[in-house]
DNA sequence: TCATATTTTAGAATAAGATTCTAATCAAGT
DNA sequence: ACTTGATTAGAATCTTATTCTAAAATATGA
């Protein structure tokens, strides 16, 4: 009666995982509105009144895989982040981590970037609500540690993200649809500099 | 029975028109796989068959609203690019005309950048295609002349459009969606500044 | 260990909506 | 006016999401 606050749901958690594995898996090969809850049933060997007692409706479980993805995401990135103290190296590592993790990741990253959670996501969702306000808060505590100090320029918080990672998102959408562009590493290294450009503290000479 | 290369469909192209504006009214407040075909009807007072007379079914009809808004879109930043002779305002000036755009056209510019055409647009669409290649090649023509005459760092030619374009499409997608962003002027002067620190040749000196 | 309650799974039944089809209507050329 | 092809209507069909009922599995408590 009481849930428990452990974890032993050994079948019915797994049964969860197989379905939402299967669901990425359809959905990036085909899309979202071409992939019916059949093909879903079919690859995850569950039946369909499974899939709608774990998950609702299909919008409800493109939703579970969204959160499943980002949340690894976003962990890796504030870690990545928090664990470096020079602004330079901090910006041009957050560039490499987000490039790495699509590379390492190229079904999520399709899932995740591709097609956001424009759709399906009202970003009005609790669950995702809270977990970005929370990613944001600390990113944003990051670059104003290192703007106070001088490193880095003083820009309107909401910027930092577009500027730091814009160029790496219009990217990916390239790289992972048709390919025949230049490499991720190569990428990362120009993204970083471009970013460092732009953003370090005294790059204003520019004005003119 | 030979088709006129002049242009007359009154009848047709308006209703052809009417519906391509009600499916984008649909599509931006609903969402596309919200909106049913019924809607479109009942907003644009066509019939079933008209529609699909014209389209052939809803993933065409949303390519067509697709290509309607993008070729616009389109159009106007290559014409802003080509008349600025001078590198840094037609840095400026590209980055305006993005956000400028996107402020006058809400409706189309949810609907191109915030689902792309990832869905619908296998990017093997002949019509699509051929637009970009076009597109892409004027862009990449002006960097490189600028290239030549020293005024712009070297870059490898599918980078810049992400650089200078991916702080926009970051921003917007925030801007469109929950709002209480900076304001879109605002931006566009701080992404100016960013985008010609990044790309103008000798800023390099950061490399340490 | 057995009886009972709760969660999970199956798959058939239903409902919503996309697409097709057949037959009118219209516009243009002769 | 007459023929032909394009366009429009809307009913019929077909696909797929969702709901529903009941069976199986699992946990709980004596």
Redo the contacts with the bound molecule.
Sequence with gaps: ?VK?TGA?????ES?RKEIILAALACFTEQGINE????DIRRRS??????I???F????QLARAVYIEGIRDYQAGLVDVLERHEDAREGVFAIIRYHLEWAKQNPEWTRFLFQKRHADFMSSTEKQFKEMNVDFARRIAAWFQKHVRAGALKRLPPDLYPCILLGPCQEFLHHYLATHTVTSLDTAAREFGQAAWCALSAGSDREAR
């Design positions: 009666m428990k032993t749901h050994s079948r019915s049964r992939t019916s809850i059949t060997k569950a039946s369909v009144g499974s709608y007692h774990h609702g409706n299909k919008e």
